[in-house]
């Protein structure tokens, strides 16, 4: 088998605990389809997740659709990544990415751009439920990273047709949480269809939080790499990237990045490039001040003024620019001052929108 990218399995089962180090890659000439199915057989890994389908790895196909657990999963994909080795073999490798954005996903550094061989494509299918499922949806992702950051093993990429309008995105509202929280984990492990873990899944009972590493004890396969991992309330924790967990030891553990330090990662990126905007209504809790809702706009909106009525015989003005044909707006009220402009002793507010469509603005606002 062609060593390409390392990836990290940890296989909890009721009696024992397992971690083993293996490479998962595919046949070059399967890259584009859903089933994936590797050269040599993954054997009782395989047959593990089979087995043990409804106590460790959840088929979400399994799952009403009216169930919350199936919708929340809706914006999780499979990323297939056409990897080429420094020999110039070919092969494919998967792990998991999550949109948080109409076009936008979040996955792994080590998935892409990778610490080695150079990944020629990426796709990414959406809504991959069963093995015999035909057809998938499946998008194009930018091997180049939007940003992207090794030492947090994250990458932001772009991805061709905005499949965020289909499949919904992730709220990137941080959570912390304390020693032994339940959590739960949308991956596609060893690259098979969507599964959830939630059995057994803690976060880590010692010292959860390490610098911006989060510990838990969730399992997990090669494959389930750039998964999100989340609290009960599905607030996001971490970004989960390798394994650890051992058979010998009640003190190891799964690694991940704290999605705290992965926002303000990318809030600073934006800064750097003069935007605000890489990924819509997200920035870490510490850098913004509190936020109230003051109205929702539904339909469309367009143009640079617009009056927006948030109570019986109370309106606003808000200038500024908003995309044509945005839905859902949302206004918040960052600060206020008393006006200073000589026409009105009205206070003036700082404010700013987020569509539900990939965008936020800022402006303001006169009471």
Not at 118 to 125: D, R, S
Not at 186 to 196: E, F, I, M, N, W
Not at 236 to 242: G, N, R, T
Request: hydrophobic letters at 35%; proline letters at 5%.
């Amino acid at each position: 088998m062609v060593s390409l990218i390392r990836l990290v399995i940890s296989i909890t089962a009721s009696m024992f605990c397992l971690s083993v180090t293996a490479d998962i890659v595919f046949p070059a000439n399967q890259f584009g389809r859903a089933d994936l199915r590797p050269k040599q057989s993954l054997g009782g890994q395989s047959d593990f997740i089979r087995s043990q389908k409804n106590a460790v790895f959840e088929p979400i196909s399994e799952f009403n659709e009216s169930d919350e657990f199936r919708k929340k999963s809706s914006p999780v994909g499979r990323l297939s990544l056409l990897v080429r080795s420094a020999k110039g073999e070919e092969s494919v490798a998967t792990c998991t990415a999550t949109l948080i954005a109409r076009d936008r996903v979040l996955t792994n550094y080590h998935c892409l751009p990778g610490f080695s061989g150079k990944v020629l494509k990426a796709l990414i299918h959406f809504g991959y439920l069963r093995q015999d499922q035909d057809p998938v949806a499946v998008y194009q992702v930018n091997t180049t990273a939007l940003v992207a950051d090794a030492a947090l093993d994250f990458a932001l990429l772009r991805v061709e047709g905005n499949p965020g309008d289909k499949f919904g995105f992730v709220n990137l509202q941080p959570s912390q949480v304390a020693p032994n929280a339940s959590l739960l984990i949308y991956h596609h492990p060893a690259g098979l269809p969507l599964r959830l873990t939630r059995f057994r899944c803690k976060a880590y009972a010692g010292q959860t939080y390490s610098g911006t590493s989060f510990r838990h004890r969730c399992d997990t396969l090669g494959g389930s790499s750039g998964s999100l991992i989340y609290d009960n309330n599905h607030a996001v924790v971490a970004l989960h990237h390798s394994g650890g967990l051992t058979n010998d030891s009640a003190s190891s553990f799964n690694l991940g990045t704290d999605i705290r330090a992965v926002l303000k990662r990318i809030a600073e990126s934006d800064l750097q490039n003069g935007q605000n905007k890489t990924v819509p209504s997200i920035r870490p809790k510490a850098q913004t001040t509190a936020k109230v809702v003051i109205a929702r706009v539904p339909g469309n909106v367009s143009g640079n003024k617009m009056n927006v009525r948030a109570g019986p015989g109370l309106s606003h003005a808000v200038v500024g620019a908003i995309p044509g044909n945005s839905s859902d707006v949302r206004l918040y009220i960052d600060s206020c001052r008393q006006a200073d402009d000589g026409r009105t002793r009205k206070p003036w507010c700082r404010i700013n929108w987020q569509g539900l469509t990939g965008w936020t603005s800022v402006g303001g606002l006169r009471w």
